[in-house]
């Protein structure tokens, strides 16, 4: 199911309807999910509390994956996403910033749950990674990519590495709990990785 998408109308469903059930689903799936985790979410307890019948569930989400994975990007992504007009720099920071925040929140327990899960079930991986994580992935090392053209990078610097040492060390901590995942860490991460990658006069920025 795409982002913001509502599931196909059954034959005879008014659209109301169901569009209706569907924002009582995304509802049910964030309340519940605010109190457990996604392991021990069940698909009864959603389709109790949204007040819906549990086939209408499976015709619309096949795995209680798939259906933790579309509310996380229906009711959770908007908010990661970056003001327009930023400087590549700029934008780098906003990205790891606004990610730290949102993974002391619900967001990190749901990510590191559909990880969990994604163990068992490696579709779900892949499905989270095309529709949550290669959007923004993709909009960094764009981001990283302009700099290098412009001078502004090493020329030996890959776009797509330099993303993955940042964003990786972060879903790193996240998970592993290896370190304390705060601003701060952020802002230190990008600086040393600016540092080693810069070029020229303004090196360690790339505007």
């Not at 996604?38 to 015709?59: I, N, Q, S, W």
Request: charged share 30%; hydrophobic share 40%; proline share 6%.
């Amino acid at each position: 199911m795409k982002k913001n998408s509502l599931p196909a109308v059954r034959k005879g469903r008014p659209p109301r309807q169901t569009a209706e059930s569907h924002a009582a689903i995304m509802d049910a799936v964030y309340a519940l999910l605010q109190k457990k985790s996604v392991r021990h979410l069940t698909m009864e307890e959603v389709a109790k509390r949204a007040k819906v019948g549990k086939p209408t569930l499976y015709k619309w989400w096949p795995t209680k994956a798939t259906l933790v994975l579309a509310m996380l990007c229906e009711r959770m992504a908007p908010n990661l996403e970056k003001p327009t007009a930023l400087t590549a720099e700029e934008s780098l920071r906003f990205r790891v910033r606004r990610l730290i925040d949102a993974f002391h929140g619900p967001f990190g327990k749901i990510v590191a749950g559909l990880i969990a899960e994604g163990q068992s079930e490696p579709a779900i991986l892949q499905e989270f990674f095309d529709r949550w994580v290669r959007p923004r992935r993709n909009a960094t090392i764009a981001d990283l990519q302009r700099s290098k053209n412009a001078g502004r990078l090493r020329s030996e610097t890959e776009p797509e590495l330099l993303n993955d040492a940042i964003f990786g060390a972060i879903y790193y901590r996240m998970l592993l709990h290896s370190g304390p995942l705060t601003r701060r860490f952020g802002e230190e991460l990008v600086e040393h990785i600016l540092r080693g990658h810069g070029s020229g006069p303004g090196r360690g920025r790339f505007d």
